[in-house]
């Protein structure tokens, strides 16, 4: 990380402080025991959530790669 140019590390505050509210998010976790199919709304907004995790650890990813290659 020490590597990043400072607006790379700054998109990385960024992006974990996202990635910290996105824990409080109630979508975050899939409770034990429940059936996709159910409900199609619930349905809607779990996929929705991870679809933004993924979204948010990918762009976390690059930048660190980014960072470790010097770039």
């Known amino acids: 990380m020490w590597r ?3 607006k790379q ?10 990635l910290d509210d996105f824990k ?12 996709f199919g159910a409900n199609e709304e ?3 907004l ?5 679809e933004t995790l993924t979204t948010l650890v990918e762009e976390i990813h690059g930048l ?3 960072g470790r290659e010097g770039n």
């Open 4 to 6: 990043m140019t400072l």
């Open 9 to 18: 590390r700054r998109r990385h505050g960024v992006l974990m402080a996202r």
């Open 24 to 35: 409080r998010n109630p979508y975050a976790k899939v409770p034990d025991g429940y059936e």
């Open 42 to 44: 619930e349905d809607a």
């Open 46 to 50: 779990y996929t929705e959530a991870l």
């Open 64 to 66: 660190e790669v980014a």
